[in-house]
């Protein structure tokens, strides 16, 4: 499991952004994203956690949905009337989810493209949130083979990406 160290330095900057979106002040965005660190590490010694990316955004959305209640409950908490505050909504509009469709039919295409093996990794690294090591001990094969089945399958997912403009 990645330590949430590095998952603290790798993800921060997206969580913060994730919160930028949902939260009206900017000391909300900073206290939602340690609020979620906090659960996070109450959570992961008691837990055997598979991806903790995945995980970690969970988390984030709960967080989020609670300090937006919070707010809409006792306006006094954030010093405006409830009704000038603009909640974001999750539901994507419907741009983006034509968007998010003709994105995963480009993945789809790309990764029936590759070798067998090289799907098969593929999907256990990025579908699963398998690690390298674990993904290498399942199909009996090198580290190192599976990096590479890995890379291979991230140019040809792009090189299907850059086909179509957004």
Known sequence: MTSIEELHRSEEGRLKRFFQRRLANREDVADAAQETFLRLMVVAPRTLIENPQAYLFQIARSVAQSTSKRFRTDPVLCGCDVADLELSDDAPDAERVVNGRQCLLLMAKA???????????????RIHGMSNGEIAARLGISRNMVERHIIRALLQTRRMRGEISF
Do not use: W
């Not at 990764?111 to 690294?125: T, W």
């Open 111 to 125: 990764i029936e493209e590759l070798p067998r093996r090289c799907q098969e990794v593929f999907i256990l690294s």
